[in-house]
Nanobody
Framework: QVQLVESGGGLVQPGGSLRLSCAAS????????IGWFRQAPGKEREGVSC????????YYLDSVKGRFTISRDNAKNTVYLQMNSLKPEDTAVYSC???????????????????WGQGTQVTVSS
């Protein structure tokens, strides 16, 4: 059974840091690009970051560039999202998903991702 489980969310003050984890099971993680997404209340889900299978190519939403870092540890079947200098506008439910098919590139369309996790809440507030 293909499964992605997020963890690491919580309440943090502006300027703080969190590291999210996306634990994968049921499929060979090292064959799939993995993306992180977020959805704030009343807003559409947006792609935050993505890493390809060799960690050579990564994507970042413009608003998180320089603050967020995506990484993967295929041996541990886990993808991470290190979030620094957090802002109130980063508040959202963060989810991870795998590329629909084995590929070395990050899909550009959310429809090309599958097996979405249940999400983890990140709240940035003083």
């Amino acid at each position: 059974q293909v499964q992605l489980v997020e963890s690491g969310g919580g309440l943090v003050q502006p300027g703080g840091s969190l590291r999210l984890s996306c634990a994968a099971s049921g499929f060979p993680l090292d064959y799939y690009a993995i993306g992180w997404f977020r959805q704030a209340p009343g807003k559409e889900r947006e792609g935050v970051s993505c890493v390809n299978i060799y960690s050579i190519s990564t994507y970042y939403l413009d608003s998180v560039k320089g603050r967020f870092t995506i990484s993967r540890d295929n041996a541990k079947n886990t993808v991470y999202l290190q979030m620094n200098s957090l802002k109130p506008e980063d508040t959202a439910v963060y989810s991870c998903a795998k590329a629909l098919v084995p590929t070395n590139r990050c899909p550009t369309n959310q429809a090309d991702f599958s097996s979405w996790g249940q999400g983890t809440q990140v709240t940035v507030s003083s």
